[in-house]
């Protein structure tokens, strides 16, 4: 059976329960307590070096270590229901947003987090090297998210999703990253209407319960 090392209230692992619930795919589940480092043990490190979650053990035997492995994975493994488009066009614009997403928004956010938080002092980037805060990147990143929404918002005027003509991963990704930016105290808020539309009808679907 595949095996999800998950963290409940981490933003990356949460694409991947996320994705896994659309597509209906039974599997277990390991937690990795991110607040009390377990990642960085050595225990966690013997099965994933970089640290990180989610990591995705396969019925073949592999580990795959980050989302765009994963939903690649799934995708050719599972592909119902199609989360990364059907036709080569299709493919290309969820796949565009999708990046985008992950740029503009989830780094963003946690340019903001990383280099501000206390809790992360010496831990600015994820993974096994320890790297300093950069308070002026912090800053930086609360501008980023405040131009991220705005982005969406734009994106979603007369839309129902954020790429295509369906719902996929860039929406499952959008998702994260807004619910992800209350960490720095920012939400999406009256100036975004179309976000906000959308955000709700996001929560009516079974899989994006926190």
């Not at 989360?83 to 956010?109: D, H, M, V, Y």
């Not at 987090?113 to 308070?135: C, E, H, K």
């Not at 982005?151 to 003509?165: K, Q, T």
């Not at 976000?195 to 679907?205: H, K, P, S």
Request: with cysteine; charged share 25%.
């Amino acid at each position: 059976m595949i095996t999800l090392y998950d963290c409940a209230t981490a933003p990356s692992p949460r694409r991947a329960r996320i994705l896994l619930a659309e597509k209906g795919i039974a599997h277990a589940t390991v937690e990795v307590d991110l607040r009390r480092g377990e990642q960085l043990g050595e225990a966690y490190r013997r099965i994933n070096p970089q640290c990180t979650v989610p990591a995705l053990a396969t019925e073949e035997g592999a580990l795959l270590t980050d989302n765009a492995a994963i939903t690649a994975y799934l995708e050719a493994r599972y592909p119902d229901p199609p989360l990364l488009g059907c036709t080569p066009l299709e493919q290309a614009e969820i796949a565009s947003w999708n990046w985008r997403i992950e740029f503009e928004g989830l780094l963003a956010i946690a340019e903001a987090l990383r280099n501000s938080a206390p809790a992360m002092a010496d831990r600015a980037l994820p993974g096994p090297v320890d790297y300093p805060q950069i308070p002026a990147l912090a800053q930086r990143g609360l501008r980023r998210v405040e131009h991220f929404f705005t982005l969406l918002n734009e994106r979603l005027e007369g839309r129902d999703f954020i790429a295509a003509e369906r719902f996929s991963v860039a929406d499952i990704t959008a998702a994260v990253a807004v619910d992800f930016a209350r960490v720095v105290r920012l939400r999406p808020g009256e100036q975004h209407p179309h976000l906000l539309r959308w955000r709700a009808a996001m929560a009516q679907r079974a899989s994006m319960s926190p």
